[in-house]
């Protein structure tokens, strides 16, 4: 079984600039999950999916941050613009069934921002 | 909001010890999870515990929910360097996501 893609591995870009992060979860799995995790701390929750809607994104800072999960597969998360506060690693989950079932987690896309 | 907390942030280890991390929600939860990242890697599911008082084993780790539904522990017998990684709690309440701990990082001296 294949498991959560993510894609890029690691970016690099300067205050103020955009980015954007793709995931592609596993076959079948109508969750999906964005967090962000800075350096020595726990996953934080960004946004949560329930195939192609949004079931929590009270933590997602909506200023900047964008996100969405078009045909409720894959599923972009934009920044814009990016501030030096953002550096951190955006981890990509996926799970059968909302809350209650195992969430596999993609490698993550580290991204610095200078 | 829900928040998980998880102490001790950091433990080191002689090889052939034993480890506890603790971890207290604020509010009652559903279910705990237990997640393993290794240094560089991403989070791995380990353990699901859901009833009330529950125990579970996996080898030298043994899971346990508080009787409460508000706490859990993993504790790991005899340690080995592969145990080396952070070990993080998350609950959620109903279909909710997840909540992480803050983790505690677990060095294991060979």
């Known amino acids: 079984e294949a498991g959560v893609a993510q894609s890029p591995r690691y970016k690099i870009i300067e205050k103020r600039q955009s980015v954007a992060f793709w995931c592609n979860p596993i076959?079948?799995?109508?969750?999906l999950y964005w967090y962000q995790q800075i350096l020595g701390q726990g996953p934080k929750l960004l946004i949560q999916f329930q195939n192609n809607g949004v079931v929590d994104d009270s933590q997602l800072p909506k200023d900047r941050f964008s996100a969405e999960r078009l045909k409720g597969v894959d599923s972009t998360l934009k920044i814009q613009p990016a501030k030096l506060e953002d550096s951190a690693v955006y981890l990509c989950?996926?799970?059968?069934?909302?809350?209650?079932?195992?969430?596999?987690f993609g490698q993550g896309t580290r991204l610095t921002v200078v | 909001g829900q928040q998980v907390m998880q102490i001790p942030q950091y433990q080191h280890v002689q090889e052939g010890e034993d480890f506890t991390t603790y971890c207290n929600s604020s509010?009652?939860?559903?279910?705990i999870q237990w997640y393993k990242q290794r240094p560089g890697g991403h989070p791995v599911f380990l353990i699901q515990?859901?009833?009330?008082?529950e125990v579970k084993k996996q080898k030298r780790l043994t899971f346990q929910f508080g009787e409460a539904k508000k706490n859990s522990s993993l504790h790991i017998t005899a340690t080995q360097t592969t145990d080396v990684g952070t070990y993080f709690c998350a609950g959620n309440t109903g279909r909710r996501a997840l909540t992480f701990g803050s983790g505690t990082r677990l060095q294991v001296q060979p």
């Open positions: 515990l859901v009833k009330s008082g």
């Open positions: 989950a996926s799970s059968s069934n909302s809350g209650n079932t195992e969430a596999f």
């Open positions: 509010t009652t939860l559903s279910n």
């Open positions: 076959s079948g799995h109508a969750t």
